[in-house]
C-alpha cells in the first residue's frame, strides 16, 4: 500500500546533469512563535560594512578581507536575499539595522510567525535546520507526477523522485521534541553557539514564546524530496563523490548523505550506480570504475590500521571511519 503524505516537500532544481530526484518520509512538527530573526555573522558584518560604503566592488573588498571573491559573491547573494542589500549592491536600510546584531536575534514581540522542525522517522534525530518556510507546494498531474515546468512542445515537464522505500520500512513512532531539543535546532540555525553563553532554555521560552500548532505536539507525515547528484566539473567531467542537496536550499547536506548511507541499503546502492555507471570521473576513471578502485583501498586501509578490531567498532563509528579513510585516500591521490 503507498505511504499517504500530508505534504510534498519540493524546493530544489537539478544542480547538475549527472543527478537523482528521490523522496523520503520524515515528520514535520509546526511550531509557533514570536517574530525572529537572526543577526549577522562577522564575515556577513564585514561585508554589510564595506556596503555601506558606495562604489567598494568585491574585489576590493575580498582583498581586504583575505579572502576569495567568489566567497564574497557568495556572503553578498545572502545578505541579498535576507533583504539586507538591494539589487544593485548598496545596503539597504534593514542591512543598516542589522549591522548592529551580531551574533543575536531580533524579536518582535508584537508579531508572530509559524517555524517548522524536522524528525527522521526511524530514529529520535532531527534534521538540523529551523525552517520559517516551506515553499510552494508543487503541482501534480493526474498520474501524481511533480510537474517541473513545459517542454519545448508545450507540454508538462515530470519529474517521478525514486522512493526510498528502506526509509519508509522503518517508520516507528518516536519521542515529541522538547524546548531544549527545539532551541538547539534554532540556534544553530543561525550560526554555530549564537545562544549558548547568552540566554539559557528558560529564557528563550519567555523570548520566543514557543508553542505547539495544533498544541498538542503532532508528527506530520510529510515526503522530501531532493537530488543526489555528481557535481559537474569545468572540463565536464565530474566529481567521483555524489552529494546530497539539501532540500530546502542549503547547499550540499553531508549529514544528510551520512544518514542515507547508514541503512546501507542493497537497493539505493544499485540505484545510484546504475545513475552514474559510464560517467567520466577522475584520471579518466567512469564512476563505476572509481567506485571499485576507493572500495578497494578503503579495504586495505581498514585492514592496514584496524585489523579485526574495526568490525567490532560501533556501526555509526565505522561508517565515519570508512568516510573519513574515503575522502582522505582521494585528497591524497588526487589533490581532490
Same mark, same amino acid.
Request: net charge negative.
Given at each position: 500500500?503507498?505511504?499517504?503524505?500530508?505534504?510534498?516537500?519540493?524546493?530544489?532544481?537539478?544542480?547538475?546533469?549527472?543527478?537523482? !530526484?528521490?523522496?523520503?518520509?520524515?515528520?514535520? #512538527?509546526?511550531?509557533?512563535?514570536?517574530?525572529?530573526?537572526?543577526?549577522?555573522?562577522?564575515?556577513?558584518?564585514?561585508?554589510?560594512?564595506?556596503?555601506?560604503?558606495?562604489?567598494? =566592488?568585491?574585489?576590493?573588498?575580498?582583498?581586504?578581507?583575505?579572502?576569495?571573491?567568489?566567497?564574497?559573491?557568495?556572503?553578498?547573494?545572502?545578505?541579498?536575499?535576507?533583504?539586507?542589500?538591494?539589487? %544593485?549592491?548598496?545596503?539597504?536600510?534593514?542591512?543598516?539595522?542589522?549591522?548592529?546584531?551580531?551574533?543575536?536575534?531580533?524579536?518582535?514581540?508584537?508579531?508572530?510567525?509559524?517555524?517548522?522542525?524536522?524528525?527522521?522517522?526511524?530514529?529520535?534525530?532531527?534534521?538540523?535546520?529551523?525552517?520559517?518556510?516551506?515553499?510552494?507546494?508543487?503541482?501534480?498531474?493526474?498520474?501524481?507526477?511533480?510537474?517541473?515546468?513545459?517542454?519545448?512542445?508545450?507540454? %508538462?515537464?515530470?519529474?517521478?523522485?525514486?522512493?526510498?522505500? #528502506?526509509?519508509?520500512?522503518?517508520?516507528?513512532? !518516536?519521542?515529541?521534541?522538547?524546548?531544549?531539543?527545539?532551541?538547539?535546532?534554532? =540556534?544553530?540555525?543561525?550560526?554555530?553557539?549564537?545562544?549558548?553563553?547568552?540566554?539559557?532554555?528558560? &529564557?528563550?521560552?519567555? &523570548?520566543?514564546?514557543?508553542?505547539?500548532?495544533?498544541?498538542?505536539?503532532?508528527?506530520?507525515?510529510?515526503?522530501?524530496?531532493?537530488?543526489?547528484?555528481?557535481?559537474?566539473?569545468?572540463?565536464?567531467?565530474?566529481?567521483?563523490?555524489?552529494?546530497?542537496?539539501?532540500?530546502?536550499?542549503?547547499?550540499?547536506?553531508?549529514?544528510?548523505?551520512?544518514?542515507?548511507?547508514?541503512?546501507?541499503?542493497?537497493?539505493?546502492?544499485?540505484?545510484?550506480?546504475?545513475?552514474?555507471?559510464?560517467?567520466?570521473?577522475?584520471?579518466?576513471?567512469?564512476?563505476?570504475?572509481?567506485?571499485?578502485?576507493?572500495?578497494?583501498?578503503?579495504?586495505?586501509?581498514?585492514? &592496514?590500521?584496524?585489523?579485526?578490531?574495526?568490525?567490532?567498532? %560501533?556501526?555509526?563509528?565505522?561508517?565515519?571511519?570508512?568516510?573519513?579513510?574515503?575522502?582522505?585516500?582521494?585528497?591524497?591521490?588526487?589533490?581532490?
Amino acid at each position: 500500500m503507498a505511504t499517504e503524505y500530508n505534504r510534498i516537500i519540493y524546493n530544489v532544481k537539478r544542480p547538475s546533469p549527472k543527478a537523482l !530526484l528521490v523522496s523520503f518520509p520524515m515528520y514535520m #512538527f509546526r511550531l509557533k512563535t514570536r517574530k525572529f530573526e537572526y543577526g549577522v555573522d562577522f564575515f556577513q558584518k564585514a561585508v554589510l560594512m564595506f556596503k555601506s560604503r558606495p562604489g567598494i =566592488s568585491n574585489s576590493t573588498i575580498a582583498a581586504c578581507l583575505g579572502l576569495e571573491e567568489d566567497l564574497v559573491n557568495e556572503v553578498q547573494g545572502v545578505l541579498a536575499y535576507s533583504g539586507y542589500i538591494s539589487p %544593485d549592491g548598496l545596503l539597504t536600510p534593514h542591512g543598516l539595522e542589522m549591522i548592529n546584531n551580531l551574533d543575536t536575534i531580533v524579536v518582535d514581540k508584537n508579531k508572530e510567525e509559524l517555524g517548522y522542525i524536522f524528525q527522521f522517522v526511524d530514529r529520535d534525530d532531527y534534521y538540523p535546520f529551523y525552517i520559517k518556510n516551506l515553499g510552494e507546494e508543487p503541482n501534480l498531474n493526474s498520474k501524481q507526477e511533480i510537474i517541473d515546468g513545459t517542454k519545448g512542445d508545450g507540454k %508538462d515537464r515530470t519529474r517521478v523522485p525514486f522512493p526510498l522505500d #528502506f526509509i519508509s520500512d522503518k517508520k516507528r513512532n !518516536l519521542p515529541f521534541p522538547n524546548e531544549r531539543v527545539i532551541f538547539d535546532i534554532i =540556534s544553530k540555525s543561525g550560526k554555530e553557539g549564537v545562544f549558548s553563553e547568552k540566554l539559557s532554555v528558560a &529564557e528563550l521560552g519567555r &523570548e520566543l514564546s514557543l508553542s505547539f500548532v495544533p498544541e498538542k505536539p503532532e508528527p506530520i507525515l510529510v515526503q522530501v524530496c531532493t537530488y543526489i547528484y555528481l557535481p559537474q566539473k569545468e572540463d565536464e567531467t565530474y566529481e567521483p563523490e555524489w552529494q546530497v542537496l539539501d532540500p530546502f536550499g542549503k547547499g550540499n547536506n553531508s549529514r544528510l548523505k551520512f544518514y542515507l548511507e547508514s541503512f546501507r541499503d542493497s537497493t539505493f546502492k544499485k540505484e545510484i550506480a546504475r545513475q552514474f555507471e559510464g560517467v567520466e570521473t577522475i584520471d579518466g576513471k567512469s564512476f563505476a570504475e572509481y567506485t571499485k578502485f576507493i572500495e578497494k583501498q578503503v579495504e586495505f586501509i581498514k585492514e &592496514e590500521d584496524f585489523g579485526v578490531e574495526f568490525g567490532g567498532l %560501533d556501526s555509526n563509528l565505522q561508517q565515519f571511519l570508512i568516510s573519513v579513510i574515503r575522502n582522505l585516500f582521494t585528497l591524497r591521490q588526487y589533490k581532490y
